[in-house]
């Protein structure tokens, strides 16, 4: 193991640019790992727009179902009464 002690000025001075160019190295490295990060995420964000504006174009005629409860019932009623008059239409006729 080296002594800090029995370093020269000179060995200092390379011990200190060394452990700051690792110490650059590793920050170049993670500055790096953010762009990345960042431009990844702006890519998501863009197709998650597109996607709001098409849910939004799915989604803009749902107030109009509200009007489809009361004609749902109108259509109910009519079946019922069709109904009616095939059974009294085909009562008496015997199936083949």
Same mark, same amino acid.
């Given at each position: !193991?080296?002594?800090?002690?029995?370093?020269? +000025?000179? %060995?200092?001075? *390379? #011990?200190?640019?060394?452990?700051? &160019?690792? @110490?650059?190295?590793?920050?170049?490295?993670?500055?790096?790992?953010?762009?990345?990060?960042?431009?990844?995420?702006?890519?998501?964000?863009?197709? &998650?727009?597109? #996607?709001? %504006?098409?849910?939004?174009?799915?989604?803009? +005629?749902? /107030?109009?179902?509200?009007?489809? @409860? /009361?004609? &749902? %019932?109108?259509?109910?009623? *009519?079946?019922?009464?069709?109904?009616?008059? !095939?059974? @009294?239409?085909?009562?008496? #006729?015997?199936?083949?």
């Amino acid at each position: !193991m080296i002594s800090f002690a029995a370093l020269s +000025n000179h %060995g200092a001075w *390379e #011990v200190a640019l060394v452990i700051g &160019l690792v @110490a650059a190295l590793i920050v170049a490295g993670l500055l790096i790992v953010l762009v990345r990060a960042t431009d990844d995420i702006k890519r998501s964000v863009g197709r &998650l727009l597109d #996607v709001a %504006g098409d849910v939004a174009g799915n989604t803009a +005629n749902i /107030p109009q179902l509200e009007a489809t @409860a /009361p004609v &749902l %019932g109108l259509i109910v009623e *009519e079946a019922l009464v069709q109904d009616g008059y !095939m059974n @009294a239409l085909t009562d008496g #006729v015997e199936e083949r």
